[in-house]
């Protein structure tokens, strides 16, 4: 029997640890949009044109710490999270070992492939395509200083992800406002002494995986039963980290695919011109898109954690309520987007940016479509169902990409976005939708006491 009012604490606890992340989730995104805004008027009066753009296409590179871990803290996320459902401590324990060991392995084998083979052999001022001795003699010490970021960053990522698997996203959230504060004086003073763009880059990246790391060390000093040790790395738990892991690259791969060619097919048929226009109002419209993200993450393992002590009621329940905010809080932001896009823009830019109407209304399509797809996802996340987003990516990057080619052609840039709409209604939304109702049905009191 399960105990009525353990039940009702714990599904508090769910519901107040999910407002706090979702909270210190946009503060955190907030934090790090406010390094952006401040950084460059900072660095571009001194380290003029040539400098400025070889340290925005160095750090441009940390786009790949998506991939950098190769799925491996989604995958430890995913286990520890159906784990602390089951209160096995032992198993948390052995994942976060094993997961340990894995981002550490990655990380060391990072940086010997790039110091031993890459770092010596590669021309960096030819890559970065830099002239002048100053930036020639920066190119690659900024490289360098990039990797090592990117490796710390890949090594310490076992304990935000534990900690978002525990319902403790919040935590680490308050560490990477500070990280970006950190951040942020940091620039600050390497700008005032006019430093060198390697320096620019620890700054920016370095610093707060620094503070990432203090955020460890508190985290397993408050938490030693969840230290990990060499004794508890486990071949079972690598294989489960890894095989999810893998699923998650597959996915990641194929939504990558499937969005990022927008503008490579625009700029192939229509000119780079357009795609500068469109990818303006793109990034607009997918401020919505990602602050949803920020609301809807906390709730994957809230799912798992539920659904493994087979409280039903709830995921349901949460299910009901993601849905009704994601389809309200993206159509409002769309609406809006539609009605004052141009204006904001303007604004923005500080010029007037042409738009065709149906390239609005296509961008607000398609952020509606991708909030209610991503909070489908939420819950196959937190019942371990990838696969079937594997294979849902790899079809949408199969159909998307053709069809947008013939419209892109007819319809300008609106093509684009509204063949991704088509394509992720049909192959994303409809087949995860049918999946989450089966679910919902067969989880129902009514379902669980026809089949007794």
């Excluded at 993601?322 to 830019?349: C, E, K, N, R, Y």
């Excluded at 399509?365 to 696969?387: D, F, P, T």
Aim: glycine share 6%.
């Amino acid at each position: 029997m399960i105990d009525a009012n353990d039940a009702r604490e714990r599904t508090h606890r769910r519901g107040k640890h999910i407002k706090f992340t979702v909270f210190t989730g946009l503060m955190a995104r907030a934090s790090s949009m406010l390094v952006t805004i401040i950084s460059v008027p900072l660095t571009l009066s001194y380290l003029g044109n040539e400098r400025f753009g070889l340290w925005m296409t160095a750090t441009s590179v940390v786009s790949m710490l998506a991939f950098a871990d190769f799925g491996i803290g989604n995958g430890l996320l995913s286990a520890v999270a159906e784990a602390s459902g089951r209160d096995d401590l032992e198993a948390i324990r052995r994942y976060i070992s094993s997961g340990f060991a894995i981002l550490i392995a990655i990380a060391v084998c990072m940086l010997l492939l790039f110091f031993a083979t890459a770092y010596p052999l590669v021309d960096w001022p030819h890559v970065f395509n830099v002239h002048t001795p100053t930036a020639q003699a920066e190119a690659a010490p900024a490289i360098a200083a990039l990797v090592l970021c990117v490796a710390g960053s890949v090594s310490a990522l076992v304990v935000p992800r534990v900690e978002l698997a525990l319902q403790h996203g919040f935590i680490y959230n308050v560490w990477v406002t500070i990280g970006q504060l950190a951040s942020i004086s940091a620039i600050w003073l390497v700008s005032i002494k006019h430093g060198s763009v390697p320096l620019l880059i620890l700054a920016l990246s370095g610093i707060p995986q620094v503070v990432s790391g203090i955020n460890g060390l508190f985290f397993f000093h408050r938490n030693r039963q969840y230290r990990p040790s060499w004794a508890f790395v486990d071949k079972a738990a690598i294989r489960r980290i890894l095989n999810t892991g893998l699923m998650f690259v597959l996915l990641q791969v194929g939504l990558s695919i499937s969005f990022a060619s927008d503008k490579l097919i625009i700029a192939r048929l229509l000119g780079a011109e357009a795609v500068a226009y469109y990818s303006v109002y793109e990034r607009v419209f997918g401020v919505g898109v990602n602050l949803m993200m920020v609301m809807l993450t906390p709730i994957w393992p809230a799912y798992a954690e539920a659904w493994a002590r087979k409280d039903t009621e709830w995921v349901r329940k949460a299910l009901r309520r993601s849905l009704s905010l994601s389809i309200g809080f993206s159509a409002a932001f769309a609406a809006s987007i539609v009605v004052a896009g141009p204006f904001i823009v303007t604004i923005w830019m500080r010029k007037n940016v042409p738009v065709d109407p149906i390239v609005l209304y296509g961008l607000g399509i398609w952020c509606v479509i991708q909030s209610l797809s991503n909070a489908l996802s939420m819950l196959l996340n937190g019942l371990h169902m990838i696969r079937i987003q594997v294979i849902s990516s790899i079809l949408t990057a199969c159909v998307a990409i053709p069809l947008k080619l013939i419209l892109v052609r007819d319809l300008g840039p609106a093509g684009a976005v509204l063949a991704s709409s088509a394509v992720s209604i049909c192959f994303a939304v409809l087949p995860f939708s049918f999946v989450v109702w089966k679910i919902a049905r067969k989880s129902t009191p009514e379902a669980a006491r026809g089949a007794a």
